[in-house]
Structure formats: C-alpha cells, structure tokens
C-alpha cells in the first residue's frame, strides 16, 4: 500500500506563500486585474486546495480501515506525514487503542484517533508549560464533544449497542474483516467522523492565519 503523500503546509509557510503572491503581483502584466481581485482569487485557490486536500485525508482514513486496519490506526495515518511521522510508525503508535483500547470498548478507537492528532497539532513539550497544556486540554474536549454529538457516544460499547455483560466476556481476539462485519459495524463511519473532524478543525484553523 502506498503511503499518503498529500501535505498541509505549516502555517510559516502559508505565510510566505502569501509574501510571494504579493511580490507575483507587482510583477503581474495584466493591470486591468486589481491588487484585490488578485489576492482574493489567490485565497480563494488556497483555500479550495487546502479543503480538497483535507477531504482527501478523510477518504483516505476510511480507505485504511477498509483494508483492515484498526480505527485508531486509520484516523491517525492518514495525517501522520503532516507532523513527519512516517506511516509505519503511525500505524505501529496507534495499533493498541483499537476496539476501544485493546477491543475493551472503552473509548473509541477512532476518537483515541483523533486525541492524538490534536496531541501532534496542539501538544505542549515542555513539562511546566501549563498553559500550553490547557491550550491542548481545550481543543481536545472542544472536538471531543463535537464528536459525541454526532455520534451519541465516544464510548466504544456505547456506540456499538453492547450490554454490560457482552463487554466483560469480550475477547481479546481481533474480529474477521468480512462483509458482514462491515455491513453490521458502524466504525467506518466513526473513522470518517473523527478524521472529518479533525479536517475541519486543521481547514478553521488554517483560515484564521
């Protein structure tokens, strides 16, 4: 399987990118166009690409756990390459937080996703950095109830109708990928949910700059 190669630039970049546009400007032949007509098609294209890239990360979360890989796995692979995180190592970070944190079905998987990728967008490193911290603590409950009500629940056996006991007596077996385990879960959707958040978030974000 091939890795995701799209990219969302850094915002020092995006910055720059705006700098260049302006100096194109000056340089443009056409002075019919106004300085303002330019800069609001360049935004707009801006804009447009960074919304097509992001909808392509949310397909590609989905197309990971298609394949077989766990709902924690898919949500946080499809963005990893954005903070230089490789896929594999991805895959690997995210592995145990399936099925609820290793099929206990506490927390799902896909939300845990997106915990983490808030983590890598947002998260503090340095220990006494409490402000920071809060920053993070914010955005992940911000997006954390934005995910529960969408989807009624960011609990794992929750969202997929268990009872009490089914929960205890749950095996650490990972489930077959057959059809009819896709017809009957509704994780794919979960996946698109969290990863859809998160796009959305990163697309808000970026057009604040």
């Known amino acids: 399987m091939k890795s995701c190669q799209m990219f969302v630039c850094p915002q020092s970049v995006i910055r720059a990118f705006d700098v260049f546009f302006i100096t194109a400007y000056s340089l ?51 963005f990893a390459d954005i903070y230089g995180l490789d896929e594999k190592l991805a895959l690997k970070i995210a592995a145990g937080f399936g099925g609820g944190v290793g099929k206990m079905r506490m927390m799902c998987g896909a939300v845990s996703g997106l ?65 009819e385990y896709y017809k009957k879960r509704p994780c794919a959707a979960k996946v698109e949910s969290a990863a859809r958040i998160f796009a959305d978030y990163l697309e808000k974000k970026g057009q604040e700059v």
């Not at 911290?133 to 056996?157: D, F, M, P, R, T």
């Not at 009490?164 to 059809?179: D, L």
């Open 28 to 78: 443009f032949p056409n002075k019919n166009v106004t300085f303002a007509d330019f800069f609001i098609r360049h935004t707009l294209n801006k804009t447009i690409k960074m919304k097509e890239e992001l909808e392509a990360r949310v397909e590609r979360a989905v197309d990971y756990f298609m394949q077989g890989y766990g709902c924690c796995q898919s949500v946080v692979a499809a």
């Open 115 to 179: 915990v983490m990728l808030i983590g890598l967008e947002e998260g503090q490193t340095e220990g006494a950095d409490n402000e920071g911290k809060s920053h993070c603590y914010k955005i992940v409950q911000q997006l954390l109830e934005e995910s529960k009500q969408q989807n009624g629940s960011i609990i794992c056996a929750e969202i997929l109708g268990l009872k009490g006991y089914e929960k205890a007596t749950n095996s650490y077996v990972a489930s077959e990928r057959t059809a």
